[in-house]
């Protein structure tokens, strides 16, 4: 735990203050007794349980103080709390080598059934979206509550060539900010890959002013990212990353299949296939999510499960001052309570 505020925990230093003034006058109520009081009034008011009950009170009282005063302090802590993210984006490969049957039936199938059962786990208030990339990269299906939707997009993917990881992170991020002015076309083709037109001549695309912010920052979107292979074209995968930590996006990614590389038939042809581990933990790193490597169906399912559970609680450092506030009004409460129960009087 730290505080916010640790030079007011010097006002600590009050409650031995207090506890000694409470034993001062403690014993000048005893001297007090013997000299006026009978000695079996005295007895009795000394028997154990009467000490227990008198001293309670003011042991709750000072406890509720001590509180408080750390209260004063703005404690701080690592707390599990529901995620806040609104919205999840699925950016999976749908690249030829996701045909390959290493995995049964084949990738493709074996990463839509994951991916059908993690949306199924999430919670019902989250968005989900999907993007589909290879060559190039296409929302399948804009951020949506209904699940119906969502699973009929995944069943229509459609295998095509080329690997390009970077256009699958970029219009996963236009997806999520669809009015923060990203170029995607220019970020994924190029200008110089579209064709003008007179009506455009001498008019420049708007662009909204953008201030970077910290990486992992942004509470209400997270990409989970999924490829078997390496990028062949499209935008740099790590330029496409800065992107996402620039607008403080966790992207989470998912390597499945070949590590050392292998060469992949299918239907009478053949691939070279090598999954690009070190790209895909530095997308995590960068953006402050996390890498996971599935070799298998099995696997993949519970990579699934695992990142189910992050989107469920997340740790958080956050201020708890309410928290010692509460428990200090409820300790005071049973101090004037039991004080009132058995003395009539609140101390």
Do not use: C
């Not at 079996?40 to 003011?58: D, I, N, T, Y």
């Not at 993210?85 to 493709?108: C, K």
């Not at 989900?128 to 995944?154: H, K, L, N, W, Y």
């Amino acid at each position: 735990m730290t505080f916010l505020w640790p030079d007011m925990l010097w006002l600590m230093a009050a409650v031995p203050a207090l506890v000694a003034v409470y034993v001062l006058l403690l014993r000048r109520k005893k001297r007090a007794a013997l000299r006026y009081a009978s000695l079996s009034v005295v007895k009795e008011a000394m028997a154990a349980g009467q000490r227990f009950r008198r001293h309670l009170p003011p042991l709750l009282f000072l406890l509720a103080l001590a509180t408080m005063l750390v209260a004063v302090a703005r404690p701080a802590a690592i707390v599990r709390l529901p995620m806040q993210q609104q919205t999840i984006i699925l950016a999976i490969d749908v690249s030829g080598s996701m045909r390959a049957r290493d995995v049964e039936p084949n990738r493709l199938v074996a990463a839509q059934e994951a991916a059908k059962e993690f949306v199924a786990d999430l919670p019902r208030g989250l968005r989900v979206g999907v993007v589909s990339f290879a060559g190039t990269a296409a929302v399948v299906q804009a951020p949506t509550r209904s699940r119906e939707d969502i699973v009929a997009a995944i069943d229509r993917f459609q295998l095509q060539r080329g690997t390009a990881i970077g256009s699958g992170i970029i219009l996963a991020l236009a997806t999520i900010f669809p009015d923060a002015g990203i170029d995607v076309s220019d970020s994924i083709y190029g200008r110089s890959g579209q064709r003008s037109s007179p009506l455009d001549a001498g008019r420049a695309p708007e662009k909204k002013a953008f201030t970077p912010v910290a990486p992992g920052s942004y509470p209400s979107a997270a990409i989970i990212l999924l490829t078997d292979g390496q990028r062949t074209t499209g935008p740099d995968s790590l330029e496409a990353a800065r992107m996402a930590a620039d607008r403080g996006v966790r992207v989470f990614t998912v390597g499945f299949g070949t590590k050392a590389g292998e060469t992949i038939g299918f239907e009478g042809w053949s691939m070279r296939v090598r999954l690009d581990e070190d790209t895909l933990k530095a997308i995590a790193d960068l953006t402050r999510g996390q890498y996971f490597y599935a070799g298998t169906a099995t696997d993949l399912k519970k990579v699934y499960d695992s990142l189910n559970s992050k989107f469920l609680l997340e740790k958080k450092d956050m201020e708890i001052t309410a928290l010692f506030a509460a428990a200090a009004a409820i300790t005071l409460l049973g101090s004037a309570l039991l004080s009132l129960l058995w003395f009539n009087r609140i101390l």
